[in-house]
């Protein structure tokens, strides 16, 4: 372990609630009014757009392999290369997200950042603990939901040293093999491909909260402690995972 480790510092002078609205917690003010109205642009911009897109066309790949390859854990080692190609674009985005926020949330140089910048994140997202439900994945033998734990290797990890191979997700570890290894279709797994989407998802969902992904995208036109008026509207979301996020606690 490097002992001269700092974690990245965050930037002065930086509002959290526009790089993470997802933290925004509103109140009843004239002020609050018009942070509801910034943070529905954020969540509104052909940035959101493009990612919103390329998640869900991610999405709708994988949902059409489960017509030749049931979605159940004894099909969980079955490889292939549109799996292959879904863990890929899934990693890719993930990056491309978390690459994003790096750069407006902490300082350093973009061009060195890497898997391990990105998994530090957690520090501020508080994503490792989250487990996703699918209505497509079922357990064989009783029919019960299997919760999906992308991050769980984090879970160990102290948020205070450098992250080592150890806390790397496994599906990420697959997802270099695939990219760098001439038997890396192997990894091209069922499983991973799972992880892999649902970590971007989980990623998403922490960052931005409701109004991409899930829920509906809210603009308020007046808000105080005796009335509230706003438009909803409807948005895109995910088909793949629709049930409840759990939580789990840290292990170290």
């Not at 061009?111 to 501020?124: A, E, R, V």
């Not at 948005?235 to 759990?246: N, P, V």
């Given at each position: 372990?490097?002992?001269?480790?700092?974690?990245?510092?965050?930037?002065?002078?930086?509002?959290?609630?526009?790089?993470?609205?997802?933290?925004?917690?509103?109140?009843?003010?004239?002020?609050?009014?018009?942070?509801?109205?910034?943070?529905?642009?954020?969540?509104?911009?052909?940035?959101?757009?493009?990612?919103?897109?390329?998640?869900?066309?991610?999405?709708?790949?994988?949902?059409?392999?489960?017509?030749?390859?049931?979605?159940?854990?004894?099909?969980?080692?079955?490889?292939?290369?549109?799996?292959?190609?879904?863990?890929?674009?899934?990693?890719?985005?993930?990056?491309?997200?978390?690459?994003?926020?790096?750069?407006?949330?902490?300082?350093?140089?973009?061009?060195?950042?890497?898997?391990?910048?990105?998994?530090?994140?957690?520090?501020?997202?508080?994503?490792?603990?989250?487990?996703?439900?699918?209505?497509?994945?079922?357990?064989?033998?009783?029919?019960?939901?299997?919760?999906?734990?992308?991050?769980?290797?984090?879970?160990?990890?102290?948020?205070?040293?450098?992250?080592?191979?150890?806390?790397?997700?496994?599906w990420w570890k697959a997802y270099n093999?695939?990219?760098?290894?001439?038997?890396?279709?192997?990894?091209?797994?069922?499983?991973?491909?799972?992880?892999?989407?649902?970590?971007?998802?989980?990623?998403?969902?922490?960052?931005?909260?409701?109004?991409?992904?899930?829920?509906?995208?809210?603009?308020?036109?007046?808000?105080?402690?005796?009335?509230?008026?706003?438009?909803?509207?409807?948005?895109?979301?995910?088909?793949?995972?629709?049930?409840?996020?759990?939580?789990?606690?840290?292990?170290?």
């Amino acid at each position: 372990m490097n002992s001269n480790f700092q974690l990245p510092r965050i930037k002065e002078d930086i509002d959290i609630d526009k790089l993470i609205p997802a933290k925004y917690i509103g109140n009843f003010t004239l002020n609050d009014i018009e942070k509801e109205k910034e943070i529905f642009e954020i969540k509104t911009s052909n940035y959101i757009k493009r990612i919103r897109s390329q998640y869900l066309l991610i999405e709708r790949e994988l949902i059409k392999t489960f017509e030749y390859v049931e979605p159940n854990v004894d099909n969980y080692k079955t490889n292939s290369v549109r799996f292959a190609s879904i863990i890929r674009e899934s990693c890719n985005l993930f990056e491309l997200v978390s690459r994003e926020l790096c750069s407006k949330l902490l300082h350093g140089d973009i061009k060195k950042l890497n898997t391990k910048n990105f998994l530090m994140l957690d520090i501020h997202l508080d994503f490792r603990g989250e487990k996703l439900s699918s209505p497509y994945i079922m357990v064989t033998d009783n029919e019960k939901t299997l919760d999906i734990f992308p991050f769980e290797n984090l879970l160990k990890w102290d948020r205070e040293s450098e992250i080592t191979s150890e806390f790397i997700p496994e599906w990420w570890k697959a997802y270099n093999k695939i990219k760098h290894e001439q038997e890396g279709i192997k990894y091209a797994t069922l499983q991973n491909a799972l992880l892999a989407i649902s970590g971007i998802y989980i990623l998403i969902n922490s960052i931005y909260g409701e109004g991409v992904l899930i829920g509906g995208l809210n603009y308020y036109h007046k808000k105080d402690p005796f009335n509230i008026i706003y438009s909803t509207y409807r948005i895109e979301q995910s088909q793949l995972f629709t049930f409840k996020t759990f939580k789990s606690e840290k292990m170290f």
